[in-house]
C-alpha cells in the first residue's frame, strides 16, 4: 500500500498527531485546507561549480484555471542578455482520493545550450507512462524513451516545481506550525537526462523515491531537507512559505532570493 505519511510533533504538549492519505483510507487526524500559490516572477542568484548565474522563475495558471504553470530561464553572469538554460513544466491541479490537493505532473519541456547548440528534453505522462523526447546534436541524446510509472497512489512533484508542489499540498503550513513532519513522494527529474549528466551520484532513471522532512530553524528560516539517493538538498521558507534558499550541499549548488 502507498501512501504519505505524515508524522507532527506539538512541542507544547509532546504529542504526534498522525496524518495520513490512502486509497484505504478517506479520514484523517486533521484537516490540511487548500492552499493558494500566487502568481508571480522571483529571482534568484545560482551558484554552481560551472560559475555563477541568475535564475528568473516565474509561476502562473492556466486560462482554464486547472494547470499550474512554472517558467525559469537561467542567464550566465557574463552574458546577462542571454540565457543558457529554459524550462516550462505543467501540473495538473487534482484532489487525491482522500481529498488533499496535488499538483499532478502533466509535460514540460527544458533546452540547455552547450557549445552554441541547443540541447531539448520534453515530455508528458501519458496513461501509466511517462514518455520523453529527446532533440539534441548527438545519436545518443536523441529519440523517444519511455517509463513505467510506479503503481500505486503516491505523491509525485516535479523537481523544477519542487516547492510548489509541496506547499500546495499543505506540508510546508502544518509542518512549521507543529515543528515537525515527514512525507514521502515520488520526484520527477523534468530534466532528464541532462540533470543525471550535470550532477554526480543521483539515479540514472527519470524518479526517485524520497523523503521531504522538516529540520528545524536556521539562520532565521524554516528548513526542511529532500533526502535521496544518499544525498540532502536543503530548502528554506520564511514565515509566508516563500522559497528564499536552497542548498544541495554535495552538489555544490546554492540558490539564493535576490
Not at 2 to 27: A, D
Not at 72 to 96: A, G, R, W
Not at 164 to 169: H, K, T, V
Amino acid at each position: 500500500m502507498n501512501m504519505l505519511f505524515v508524522k507532527s510533533l506539538k512541542k507544547s504538549h509532546n504529542i504526534f498527531f498522525l496524518f495520513f492519505i490512502s486509497s484505504f483510507s478517506s479520514c484523517s487526524y486533521f484537516k490540511l485546507k487548500d492552499v493558494t500559490l500566487e502568481k508571480g516572477k522571483s529571482e534568484y542568484t545560482l551558484e554552481e561549480k560551472s560559475g555563477n548565474f541568475l535564475l528568473k522563475k516565474e509561476i502562473g495558471y492556466s486560462k482554464n484555471g486547472q494547470s499550474f504553470i512554472v517558467k525559469t530561464q537561467i542567464f550566465s553572469s557574463e552574458k546577462m542578455n542571454e540565457f543558457v538554460e529554459q524550462s516550462v513544466s505543467i501540473s495538473y491541479l487534482k484532489k487525491h482520493s482522500s481529498g488533499v490537493p496535488l499538483l499532478y505532473p502533466n509535460k514540460g519541456q527544458t533546452d540547455v545550450w552547450f557549445d552554441k547548440s541547443r540541447y531539448r528534453t520534453s515530455f508528458k505522462i501519458v496513461g501509466d507512462e511517462i514518455v520523453f523526447y529527446l532533440k539534441t546534436p548527438e545519436k545518443k541524446w536523441s529519440g523517444v524513451r519511455k517509463f513505467k510509472l510506479p503503481e500505486g497512489n503516491g505523491v509525485f512533484c516535479l523537481f523544477s516545481q519542487l516547492p510548489e508542489c509541496i506547499r500546495y499540498i499543505g506540508f510546508i503550513k502544518k509542518s512549521i506550525k507543529f515543528r515537525g513532519g515527514s512525507m514521502r513522494l515520488y520526484v520527477i527529474w523534468d530534466s532528464y537526462p541532462f540533470i543525471q549528466e550535470q550532477y554526480e551520484h543521483i539515479n540514472k532513471g527519470p524518479f526517485i523515491h524520497a523523503e521531504f522532512k522538516y529540520e528545524g530553524r536556521y539562520q532565521g528560516l524554516y528548513r526542511f531537507g529532500l533526502h535521496l539517493s544518499g544525498q540532502v538538498i536543503y530548502y528554506s521558507f520564511n514565515q509566508s512559505e516563500k522559497l528564499i534558499r536552497e542548498n544541495w550541499i554535495s552538489q555544490g549548488r546554492s540558490l539564493n532570493l535576490r
